[in-house]
């Protein structure tokens, strides 16, 4: 799995992104919620997961069709205890991952 991280020029494309991203959420570490943003370059089916490091999914974000364009996502782990967990954006363009810290 690959580690995207590259800004769309938006001023180039008049807004609108071309290529899928996902961003590192904000503030990371967090406690207990944290904004997640990722880019959608084609309208479609999107999903943005939240597994444990046993793979395990402990929520569900997104699970619908998404427009094209920046969106984003707060998480809340109120519930959750402290750790590393995994966040996952699949699109049919594909599949990004990326890491974040809850500490209580």
């Given amino acids: 799995d690959t580690l995207y991280g590259t800004v769309v020029s938006v001023r180039e494309n008049r807004g609108l992104p071309t290529e899928l991203n996902l961003y590192q959420n904000y503030p990371n570490p967090f406690n207990p919620s944290t904004t997640i943003e990722f880019d959608i370059s084609t309208s479609g089916p999107a999903r943005l997961l939240i597994t444990n490091l046993l793979g395990q999914e402990v929520a569900q974000l ?24 995994i966040y996952s954006l699949s699109t049919p363009n594909g599949v990004l991952h990326r890491r974040l810290l809850l500490l209580k």
Wanted: proline share 4%.
């Fill in 62 to 85: 997104v699970n619908e069709p998404v427009s094209v364009g920046r969106h984003q996502a707060t998480f809340n782990a109120s519930n959750l205890a402290s750790g590393v967990y």
